[in-house]
């Protein structure tokens, strides 16, 4: 059959599937301050804690899962602070299946929590050491406790995607039964692909009746892609940090989630996009970790028009290469002079000082100029461009 | 069809094509070098219809003869040429042995930036097939916005290139806006409608090109242009790295490829286009094997496949143990005892535990080995 795992033996992917459109609200839960957080390196001090929670509400996320109050101290502070603030967006924090755990949860005030426990059979033998009935005894004692003292419970399985597929689906009707609000489906080692993603949560969707939450891992680079799969099949909540932020390679990016539902998916979440791109500064700050310049949807160089190629475009109709425009995640339009350059980015760059150089002109300075940064091994600064163009009008007597 | 699928890299090109990024001749040999030895067959070298530089760092590609590693195959060498025929002109004179011939095909592009007809795009490329014909030489026929292109028409487009003698179509989905089933869907269907092979070139603007390569080739395309890292327009092509371990982890299919040169690949591709590689690059980024946080350090210490879908060494990483604010008392005692031959017992790992902690938080990073030994020597002297 389609599942299994070699395109020799795939066979057509079903019409059903490809026709596959995203119904209803979908709901972000971000974890940067968790998952985001708990990536090899990364430490938040609590005052950026709370400035990111504050961001994430701005921006208007529907929940944020801010932290691990078991770990204690500093922690647990940063947690009751962010509780205190009352921002509009639901407040969940992660525990492991354990009722210790919880109740430091509830010493904190949030109003919601993950539960988070194994599902794999790799993990329950190599990891936890117990068996498959323990995980389902933690399942149902953990989600009692925190269904008794009203939370909103989010049931995680993590390393769902190597779970035993009629074991996932005990687990997940163990949590229903026992209380749960709804399921999180972890892609923990990020080893999904859309295809695959789409079959597993559908038959969750179906059998549970659970609202389905996608937690993906960008290890192949598909977080985002199996994200909105899952959403296709019926999920509606998606676990998001800012610039993927997470456990080795990521989660799924918060900012190419939300612009690929807007722009791929025709979803749109009615969120601040434009903050985007400073939250993402900021979390980059934060973590210590710098904003690459190609980020996806983020990146400063995404609108900056260098080759001949769309700068031709842009320069007549910027719809002929942005899908959306940059103000709407905070960024601007800009035109470099370098080696791919042509005559459009010249003229555009030489209007933008106030000359109005002739085609003939252009044509000459486009070889020079291509030269010079293929010498320098970089982009041009305006003022290069500029120099060069008033040395042709000398040379010319003009 | 694992033998079926060709890998064309495009870090030359389109990767040299990113905002600021400028390979002198060297490094373009040197990274043609670095491909041919881990066995990529095929490459797009350059532009060189962008002047007399790009031909010599084309020809200096062409001349250093490179076969593609244990096979001894000659490696491919392509050069890309607009649909006109001085482009192809300039091609031919660098001694390629197959060009690129592209063109926008959708109608936004053929209205809005040439002002044209869709008719004009196809006389166009019959000019440049026939130009490239006369030079005796190999030709892709690539779709410039192909995933905004309406789909007739696009058929229409390969159709011809069909006709004109084209070993390969190339799809590329110029602004990365399709998503694994519509290209799915796409690639089908035109799979239907020609027997060309059929080339994936695909964007990374909302972070789907791994995906969305995969998907195409799940419904039938064989060849994937990608580029070391991932480098190319904007934010990028899908990453060779991510397609071939994805191929072969979660598909089983094994393009032939030395894997564990990736990381040392992708190093000398950073250093030449000035873009370092992000430490949570998917497959390549040193992070992606690095252990913190208690639950994963535990799970990784009692066995790798817990967290790791492969070994760190298939592509040249390490593994890395992290001490830091998120990190358990398991991993404490294992680093004690692994590398500083000092036992822990449950207790003394608890209390310091709870002091690296709070050393992390205020240093706000991981502690040092020195940083550690402090603090495991001010417990055990009684310092508060």
């Known amino acids: ?328 995640v905070g960024l601007s339009r800009r035109f470099n002079v370098g080696k791919y350059s042509g005559p459009s980015v010249v003229y555009q760059k030489l209007r933008e000082y106030g000359h109005h150089p002739s085609e003939e002109e252009v044509r000459e300075l486009v070889p020079t100029l291509r030269s010079k940064s293929i010498a320098l091994k970089r982009s041009l600064f305006d003022k290069e461009v500029v120099e060069e163009y008033t040395a042709l009008r000398g040379r010319k007597g003009k | 069809m694992t033998a079926g699928i060709r890998l064309l890299d495009t870090t030359l090109r389109d990767g040299e094509q990113a905002v600021g990024v400028i390979f002198t001749r060297r490094e373009k040999e040197q990274i043609a070098a670095l491909l041919a030895e881990i066995g990529v067959p095929a490459i797009e070298a350059g532009f060189p219809a962008l002047g007399p530089e790009e031909k010599e760092c084309v020809q200096a590609v062409v001349k250093a003869d490179l076969k593609v590693r244990d096979k001894g195959d000659p490696l491919e060498v392509n050069a890309f040429a607009r649909a006109r025929r001085e482009d192809i002109r300039d091609a031919a004179a660098c001694g390629v042995q197959g060009v690129i011939i592209s063109i926008s095909t959708s109608d936004i592009h053929i209205e809005r930036k040439f002002q044209r007809s869709r008719a004009w795009v196809l006389e166009r490329v019959e000019e440049a097939a026939d130009e490239t014909k006369a030079r005796g030489l190999a030709f892709t026929v690539s779709a410039e916005d192909a995933s905004r292109t309406d789909l007739s028409f696009l058929i229409e487009y390969y159709r011809l290139a069909e006709k004109l003698g084209a070993r390969m179509v190339r799809y590329c989905d110029s602004l990365g806006v399709d998503d694994p089933f519509s290209v799915y869907g796409r690639i089908k269907r035109i799979g239907q409608e020609i027997s060309l092979p059929i080339e994936m070139h695909m964007h990374n603007d909302f972070g789907m090109a791994t995906a969305n390569v995969l998907a195409g080739l799940r419904a039938g395309a064989s060849s994937v242009a990608a580029s070391i890292g991932g480098l190319g327009e904007r934010t990028g092509n899908s990453p060779l790295e991510e397609v071939v371990m994805a191929l072969k982890y979660l598909h089983g299919l094994d393009l032939g490829i030395d894997t564990s040169r990736f990381r040392e690949v992708a190093e000398y591709v950073a250093g030449a286009s000035q873009r370092a590689i992000p430490i949570w690059k998917a497959i390549i980024g040193t992070n992606v094997f690095a252990h913190e946080s208690g639950i994963h350090a535990d799970g990784i210490l009692k066995n790798p496949a817990n967290y790791e879908a492969f070994s760190p060494e298939e592509v040249g990483l390490e593994r890395q143990m992290i001490i830091g604010k998120h990190s358990g008392s398991k991993a404490l005692i294992h680093k004690f005892a692994g590398e500083f031959g000092i036992d822990l017992d449950a207790d003394t790992a608890n209390r310091l535990l709870e002091r690296v902690r709070a050393a992390a938080v205020e240093l706000k990073r991981p502690l040092f080995d020195k940083e550690l030994m402090l603090l495991y020597k001010q417990l055990t002297n009684g310092v508060e």
């Open chain 1, 1 to 328: 059959m389609y599942m299994q795992r070699s395109f020799g033996s795939a066979g057509d992917v079903p019409e059903e599937m490809l026709a596959a459109k995203i119904q209803g609200q979908v709901y972000i839960d971000d974890t940067t301050l968790r998952d985001g957080e708990q990536t090899a390196g990364v430490v938040f001090a609590n005052e950026e804690k709370i400035n990111i929670a504050r961001m994430l509400a701005r921006l208007g996320v529907h929940q944020i899962e801010v932290g691990i109050p078991a770990m204690g101290g500093d922690e647990k502070k940063a947690i009751r602070e962010i509780v205190d603030l009352e921002l509009p967006a639901s407040i969940l924090a992660w525990n492991r299946a354990v009722i210790g755990d919880i109740q430091h949860s509830l010493d904190c005030g949030v109003n919601a929590v993950a539960v988070s426990i194994s599902s794999s059979d790799i993990h329950i033998k190599h990891k936890l050491m117990r068996d498959r009935q323990w995980v389902l005894d933690s399942v149902r004692r953990s989600v009692e406790f925190a269904k008794n003292h009203d939370l909103y419970v989010s049931v995680s399985a993590e390393d769902a995607s190597r779970a035993d597929a009629d074991f996932l689906l005990e687990f997940a009707l163990t949590a229903k039964e026992a209380g749960a609000d709804r399921f999180r489906y972890c892609d923990t080692v990020g080893i999904l692909d859309p295809f695959e993603t789409y079959q597993r949560v559908k038959v969750l969707v179906e059998e549970t009746g659970l609202p389905i939450e996608m937690h993906t891992h960008n290890d192949f680079g598909m977080a985002v892609a199996n994200a909105i799969a899952g959403l296709k099949a019926g999920a509606t909540y998606v676990n998001t940090t800012v610039n993927g932020l997470g456990e080795r390679a990521g989660n799924a990016s918060l900012e190419e989630l939300v612009m690929a539902l807007r722009y791929c998916e025709g979803i749109d979440l009615k969120l601040n996009t434009s903050l985007f791109r400073e939250l993402s500064e900021y979390v980059a700050l934060a973590s210590g970790r710098r904003l690459p310049a190609w980020k996806p949807v983020v990146g400063s160089s995404l609108f900056v028009y260098e080759s001949e190629g769309r700068a031709s475009g842009a320069t007549r109709d910027p719809g002929t290469y942005e899908i959306f425009s940059p103000d709407e």
